[in-house]
């Protein structure tokens, strides 16, 4: 079967850097997505890493390695707004176009 | 910006009762995806759509379920004799591309069933 597993909280400070990690049990997937989530709304695509390595885009990065089972969703100089639920995704290859979730992890910015 | 749209916006049925939850995905998209979320939880995999069928189904996408893309623009999906704990938000999804590129999620329809 397919899982992946994330940490349910995490609080950090506005400005300071945070890092949600992934880590996955699935036997083959076309990349990792990261999705961010506030309460009451739809998820919204942040990131995807086919391969292995870092993707940036603005305030976010996110990591894929493949050999690890492991993948992580860094964002940088945290907001207010950045408060919510953040969760990672794959989609396996089995021949389908499923998608399946991790369970999110709940950020928590403090002033 | 182009955006998915879900109608309506909240449902409440009788439980017995089938609904109709409609989706409008973006207009050059290809793949097309129905999630459903209980609150408080993950978002869960229920099918996925492509060349007007289905692509891939999850164990929770029973013969209770079915999806369908009545003209170039629409795509649905019906729940029959809804049960009480198929209460959930249900969201719409649609893709360029294949997998989980970037997926564009609708706002969805919270589904209650008394």
């Known amino acids: 079967g397919q899982s992946l597993e994330q940490p349910s909280e995490v609080t950090a400070v506005e400005g300071a850097i945070v890092q949600i990690n992934c880590t996955y049990q699935t036997s083959g997937f076309y990349g990792l997505s990261w999705y961010q989530q506030h309460d009451g709304g739809a998820p919204t695509f942040l990131s995807y890493n086919a391969l292995d390595g870092l993707e940036e885009t603005g305030r976010f990065s996110s990591f894929l390695s493949r050999s690890d089972s492991y993948g992580y969703l860094l964002l940088q100089e945290l907001q207010m707004k950045d408060s919510a639920s953040y969760f990672c995704?794959?989609?396996?290859?089995?021949?389908?176009?499923?998608?399946?979730f991790g369970a999110g992890t709940r950020l928590f910015v403090k002033a | 910006e182009p955006e998915v749209t879900q109608t309506p916006s909240h449902q409440v049925t009788q439980m017995g009762q089938e609904v109709i939850l409609r989706c409008v995905p973006i207009s050059n998209h290809l793949y097309f995806y129905w999630y459903r979320q209980i609150l408080g939880q993950k978002v869960e995999f229920l099918v996925s759509f492509y060349n007007n069928e289905i692509s891939e189904k999850s164990e929770i996408f029973d013969d209770q379920f079915s999806v369908e893309r009545p003209d170039g623009s629409n795509f649905t999906l019906k729940i029959r004799s809804t049960k009480l704990e198929d209460s959930a938000m249900y969201f719409c999804?649609?893709?360029?591309?294949?997998?989980?590129?970037?997926?564009?999620f609708g706002q969805g329809t919270r589904l209650t069933v008394v």
């Open positions: 999804a649609s893709s360029l591309d294949r997998g989980n590129t970037e997926a564009f």
């Open positions: 995704a794959v989609a396996p290859n089995t021949g389908g176009f499923k998608t399946i």
